[in-house]
């Protein structure tokens, strides 16, 4: 009998593609589990054959009866980034789960360097990579690079008054689409079960605010000036334009991972996985020019 695969967070951006690619990679129905809080967000799969479950990770009880019979579970981290820790303890509950359900194999998606990286949620993804690694089992660990589409949450608003507010300097990113990390993740899914394996997910390029900027001005046919401030302007900057304060240091967070080179790490997984060299960012500006002018 073929394994069971589970995927947490099925009816968001990345779980979801995860899911459409593991289908696209041969992986029978059948065989995948799809898991959210609310299944009636999954019902596009339902019909496609693949069971769906509903997943509360702030429920260790529906955890060990929505992860029993997998044999791969792959935990989407969450979104819960408030200060109490819930989403490490969140993380913790699924791993013991599907440790007490007898999971084959566990998998998780982090981000890069998470024991020396400046974004503030990482201290969420080493702990969730320490409690996977402490369970003995064979493990995968995706450290995704920032998607592409993170764009979307700065260029639009840059575009309207042409100047790109930044303290990330000259700090390179090493963007990736979210389809290329999603198609790398299932293709070490569907995979036979091998060693445990690190993987950190990225472009094939790192670029500083600049080069982006200019690549998004040409692509626009609009003006963007890259404004270089520091790490406190740029928290004055966003409470003055009404972020709430809850978020502010989280999204400064950001900009200082770049700034420090967190972000930079270049590395092949995805062409390895995938058979395939990731999108470049050039031709994701282009392909979505109009959305990101604003």
């Not at 700065?154 to 930044?166: H, V």
């Not at 700090?171 to 999603?182: H, K, L, P, Q, S």
């Not at 046919?221 to 240091?249: S, Y």
Request: aromatic residues 6%; without cysteine; charged residues 20%.
């Amino acid at each position: 009998m073929a394994e069971k695969i589970l995927v947490t967070g099925a009816s968001g951006h990345l779980g979801g593609l995860i899911v459409k690619k593991l289908l696209a990679r041969g992986v029978a129905p059948s065989n995948i589990i799809a898991g959210t809080r609310d299944t009636a967000k999954l019902a596009d799969l339902a019909a496609k054959g693949i069971e769906t479950r509903k997943v509360d990770f702030n429920d260790e009880a529906n955890l060990s009866k929505a992860f029993a019979g997998a044999d791969t579970i792959l935990i989407v981290s969450t979104d819960a980034l408030d200060a109490a820790g819930t989403r490490l303890k969140q993380h913790r509950a699924a791993v013991k789960a599907a440790v007490a359900v007898g999971a084959k194999r566990l998998a998780y998606t982090s981000l890069p360097v998470p024991d020396a990286s400046h974004v503030s949620f990482a201290p969420d993804h080493l702990g969730t990579e320490q409690a996977i690694k402490a369970t003995g089992l064979p493990y995968l660990i995706f450290r995704n690079n920032w998607y592409q589409e993170n764009l979307f949450m700065s260029l639009p608003n840059a575009f309207k008054s042409g100047q790109w507010y930044t303290s990330a300097g000259a700090g390179r990113t090493a963007f990736a689409a979210r389809e290329d990390i999603a198609d790398a993740i299932a293709a070490a899914l569907a995979a036979p079960a091998g060693a445990s394996a690190i993987y950190t997910l990225t472009g094939a390029e790192a670029l500083p605010p600049a080069e982006i900027a200019k690549l998004a001005a040409n692509a626009t046919g609009k003006p963007l000036a890259v404004v270089d401030l520091t790490d406190e302007q740029l928290a004055g900057g966003m409470k003055a334009a009404g972020v709430p304060e809850a978020f502010i240091p989280t999204l400064v967070s950001f900009d200082t991972a770049a700034r420090e080179g967190d972000l930079s790490i270049v590395t092949s997984d995805i062409e390895k996985l995938t058979g395939r060299k990731p999108k470049a960012v050039a031709t994701f500006i282009k392909e979505n020019a109009k959305g990101l002018a604003g």
